[in-house]
């Protein structure tokens, strides 16, 4: 059983397009979370939604828009890429973003490249 | 600035040799912490975690690290490494945002390479 799933596992695309990934977890969480790993592997918070509702947005560019359908999904849209929008994108979910003492556990991964 | 500092980039081992891998972080007030490890071309996965009561916390593969709240560290040690132990490991800290819900801030990572 995969806890955290996301697609696609490899995403490679020209500057300028548009393109999207999707995250799923099973666990019953109330918040997800998108982080970035860069070239450097140095992983930073990007967005976290608790049960649909936006509750981190640590100051990404606009052409970044994660979308929430339901607690279980939460997908991220970038528009007009850029090169320096390669790196690997992490999903991740815990229980309740604001309960104390809580892991968060993520998926496999989407690594990006923007050519 | 608030941070979490990993001491080391990279660590060459032998195998058998013995581990430690430093964290300090700057944030005051309570914060729960956590190692992740990353194998190549994997997800991250949790190695162990402290929240409260003893500080000297036990994981998996062997793993353990400890809290020394005095000195805002939280360093990981293993006895003996093996050659599977080769990977990244990332350092947290978990602490409440203005928002009122927490999350975790990374370390920029130890690459540890074992060699057989």
């Known amino acids: 059983d995969t806890a955290v799933s996301q697609t696609p596992k490899y995403l490679v695309t020209q500057m300028g397009n548009d393109k999207s990934i999707k995250c799923e977890q099973n666990l019953g969480h109330d918040t997800m979370y998108w982080y970035k790993q860069d070239s450097k592997k140095f992983l930073k918070i990007m967005f976290s939604y608790n049960n649909k509702e936006l509750i981190i947005n640590e100051t990404v560019p606009n052409r970044f828009s994660p979308k929430s359908p339901d607690k279980a999904h939460l997908n991220l849209h970038i528009n007009s890429l850029e090169l320096g929008d390669s790196a690997v994108y992490f999903c991740?979910?815990?229980?309740?973003?604001?309960?104390?003492?809580?892991?968060?556990?993520f998926g496999p991964g989407t690594r990006l490249l923007v050519l | 600035a608030q941070s979490v500092s990993q001491h080391n980039h990279h660590v060459i081992l032998s195998e058998a040799a013995s581990l430690e891998l430093g964290c300090n972080y700057s944030y005051g007030g309570t914060v729960n912490l956590f190692w992740y490890v990353q194998y190549p071309g994997q997800h991250l996965q949790l190695l162990l975690k402290y929240f409260s009561g003893d500080p000297l916390v036990k994981g998996i593969k062997g793993f353990e690290a400890e809290f020394i709240k005095s000195k805002f560290s939280f360093n990981l040690r293993k006895p003996s490494v093996q050659w599977s132990d080769t990977a990244e490991y990332f350092c947290a800290v978990g602490r409440y945002m203005n928002s009122g819900y927490s999350t975790l801030t990374f370390g920029k990572g130890t690459m540890l390479l074992v060699s057989p």
């Open positions: 991740a979910s815990s229980v309740r973003g604001g309960a104390w003492q809580e892991t968060q556990y």
